[in-house]
């Protein structure tokens, strides 16, 4: 045997041997996999890669639905927020880099927020290290001594800054040293999280509602409570994962943003009408107030306010007022009862009653008239006088003269007009709120009394609430049609429209044309010869009724509620307004009280609601003043210019955003210009464009007022500083 020969055996013994080891290697290999795959050890294996590389289920908060006015101004709307906390067990994280930057950045944080000093940063940075240093030392110690007691990261997850931050602020922590070199390194989490914001803040606030200081509780009140099921969305599911040695949020089931909603609520209606409400309010030191006004043939409400004294000359929404005033509701009541009867056919306006000295006994209770103690006699009045001047007298004889011998006639009647039907209603209400309580003569838990019809028919021994008194007047607008009032309009998802309200119709018909001609007429005749000549305008007619009524307290009464409920124009009714005031100082008036509120809310509306064509609002040559544009964009403004057909001094083709000046011959636009990191110029521009240009910048801004910016806080010129917020007054 040759030398190669014996070479040649030596190697293939050798690479034989190297085969087998191999093979019983991979055997090894294929027999630990299949311990792994088959057996319990297997899944414990499988619980400590999890635990080490997944961190499951945390849930993804959806985005609540925004809450609009008619013509899409934000009512409420979800801003979104971070919540900052930090995994110390960080796969790239290391103690020696920490400690390097721990003095800019601890330093950094507490400039920023102030929520603790530098050296408490500082400890608190390093007290988790140490905390996950402890940690990491028992697991060792757990696996050296081959114990399976698991050990809690409990530095996973820890909150860094108290409150929730904003995505400025985000940016500028995130070019903090140490946070600047990302989340696998520095451990940093950024939990997204939404907060609701009011940019109209407490316009509408008691309907509009609020939320839960944890938004994942929901509505708390109003709209936001009564549709929260659509605005809160469902919330979806993440894993954080470690991703090639980084954490990754993974998510596993999306989540679905709420519906957006859009309400019939006017934004400058809502505006006067608080103003107005609330000016007189503090005039006449009342309890608390209401005021709502509709659309005649829509049942849109486009304005609904109610305010409660918080303090002396202080008031602010509280109450649902509107809906939960449960009082009597007075003389408001008594076109109702004409109504009732003329619809029966036992009267007509020029009918007359003897109504004397404004003393009238029935059943040895004694009806009044607001007359009676001037020893003047009146004699004999018509049903129209008795509505014109608001005679208890004359109502209670029409309501015996027509329903004495069947009085659950006259209560039929009030039903069928729809006045006792339940509704639900736009916001969250309890008991017998938002209902009307009407006596009947058959209801053995109430007894009817033998003066009970008398007094039902100026407004006494029954409930209605302003709301459904709002709802009659405005049948009696609508040609006899009663419409639900409603405030939500619209449902939106993702942008498309999924369902449209149209308004409930309560009662087609609440009674012929004839009577319903006959009552507005004596209505009309309210304002121009009777209790609320005051209310008259010159702008246009206004048909309404005034409404004093004692509020019934333990057994008795205490103080006054006093309201006006009418419609305008008369001869083509737009809206319908309901007014209320409980428990005012002075000499009760339902006229000079709640029909001042009526008549400025109408007379303000009616201005802002009354359009002119383009070639109608010319301005002619003649007059020492044009109209006056707000500052802002160029393009804009020429648009307007080129409708009214105005001239403008050229401007260069770069210009975006400039200021507008008027004399009387015409306009003149100057280019503002924008310096970089300084606070620009935006006195005389609307709330759309200021809010654009200073947002764009990194500055936060709150508004006040309508109209054009009359006042920054942080005045032009100034070095910018991102996440600074910037107030504006507009006028």
């Not at 654009?692 to 500055?699: A, Q, R, S």
């Not at 006040?704 to 806080?713: F, T």
Request: charged share 25%; aromatic share 10%; glycine share 10%.
């Amino acid at each position: 045997m040759n030398k190669d020969t014996i070479n040649k055996r030596r190697i293939l013994n050798r690479y034989g041997v190297v085969v087998v080891v191999l093979i019983l290697f991979g055997g090894c290999i294929l027999f630990s996999a299949g311990k792994v795959v088959f057996t319990s050890e297997g899944e414990k294996w499988r619980e400590v890669g999890k635990r080490e590389t997944v961190i499951r289920d945390r849930e993804i908060l959806p985005t609540r639905g925004n809450i609009f006015t008619y013509d899409g101004k934000l009512l409420a709307s979800s801003e979104p927020l971070y919540g900052i906390y930090m995994d110390f067990w960080a796969g790239g994280m290391k103690k020696d880099t920490l400690v390097k930057y721990l003095e800019p950045l601890s330093e950094g944080l507490s400039a920023m927020f102030g929520d603790r000093t530098a050296s408490q940063y500082r400890s608190f940075f390093l007290n988790n290290f140490k905390q996950r240093e402890k940690e990491e030392q028992q697991i060792k110690s757990n696996e050296a001594s081959g114990s399976e007691k698991k050990v809690k990261k409990t530095r996973r997850y820890v909150r860094v800054i108290r409150r929730d931050i904003s995505y400025v602020e985000l940016k500028e922590i995130k070019k903090l040293p140490f946070f600047d070199q990302g989340s696998n390194r520095s451990g940093l989490i950024a939990e997204l999280k939404n907060s609701r914001k009011k940019p109209f803040r407490s316009l509408a606030t008691r309907t509009v509602g609020n939320v839960y200081g944890d938004l994942s509780k929901g509505g708390a009140s109003g709209l936001e409570l009564k549709f929260d099921s659509l605005l809160r969305g469902v919330s979806g599911v993440k894993n954080r994962e470690k991703i090639q040695g980084r954490w990754m949020d993974v998510v596993e089931i999306p989540a679905q943003d709420g519906y957006d909603i859009v309400t019939t609520l006017d934004a400058d209606i809502q505006d006067i009408s608080e103003r107005a409400l609330r000016n007189k309010l503090i005039e006449i030191d009342a309890e608390s107030g209401c005021a709502v006004i509709m659309e005649v043939k829509t049942g849109e409400i486009k304005g609904i306010v109610n305010l409660d004294r918080v303090s002396k000359g202080v008031y602010a929404e509280g109450n649902p007022n509107v809906f939960s005033y449960m009082n009597e509701p007075g003389s408001t009541f008594k076109p109702i009862t004409v109504l009732a009867a003329l619809e029966e056919g036992v009267i007509i306006p020029t009918d007359s009653f003897h109504v004397g000295s404004g003393l009238y006994t029935h059943n040895r209770r004694v009806v009044r008239d607001h007359y009676w103690t001037r020893g003047e006699d009146r004699g004999y009045l018509t049903v129209q006088e008795g509505i014109e001047v608001s005679s208890n007298i004359v109502m209670a004889k029409i309501a015996l003269k027509a329903f004495e011998n069947q009085p659950d006639k006259f209560t039929k009647r009030i039903d069928k007009m729809g006045l006792t039907k339940a509704l639900e209603w736009d916001v969250p209400l309890r008991g017998i709120e938002g209902t009307s309580q009407i006596r009947h003569p058959n209801d053995a838990s109430n007894p009817w009394s033998k003066t009970t019809l008398a007094w039902m028919s100026f407004g006494y021994e029954t409930q209605v609430p302003p709301i459904y008194m709002l709802m009659f007047y405005n049948a009696l607008a609508n040609n006899g049609k009663m419409l639900k009032p409603f405030i939500a309009k619209e449902f939106y998802k993702d942008g498309k429209l999924v369902n449209k309200v149209e308004a409930e119709v309560v009662n087609s018909s609440i009674a012929s044309q004839k009577s319903i001609d006959m009552v507005n007429n004596m209505l009309e005749g309210v304002i121009e010869r009777g209790t609320a000549k005051v209310v008259k305008s010159d702008l246009f007619s206004i048909a309404g009724k005034t409404g004093t009524a004692q509020i019934a307290s333990d057994g008795g009464y205490s103080g006054h509620f006093v309201s006006f409920c009418g419609f305008f124009p008369a001869d083509e009714p737009k809206y319908t307004c309901f007014v209320g005031i409980r428990k005012p100082k002075g000499i009760p008036s339902g006229g000079g009280m709640a029909g001042m509120v009526f008549k400025n809310i109408a007379e303000q509306t009616y201005v802002r609601t009354t359009y002119l064509a383009a070639e109608d609002c010319r301005v002619d040559s003649t007059l020492s003043k044009v109209p006056t544009l707000k500052n802002g964009i160029w393009t804009k403004n020429q648009k307007v210019l080129k409708d009214l057909g105005y001239q403008s001094n050229s401007v260069d083709k770069d210009a975006f955003w400039v200021q507008m000046k008027s004399d009387s011959v015409g306009y003149q636009a100057e280019p503002l210009t924008l310096i970089d990191n300084l606070v620009p110029n935006v006195y005389g521009m609307g709330a759309r464009d200021a809010l654009y240009l200073l947002e764009k910048l990194g500055l936060r801004v709150n508004v006040s007022g309508s109209g054009r910016v009359v006042s920054q806080s942080i005045g032009p010129g100034q070095k910018i500083v991102k996440g600074r917020t910037v107030n504006l007054v507009m006028r």
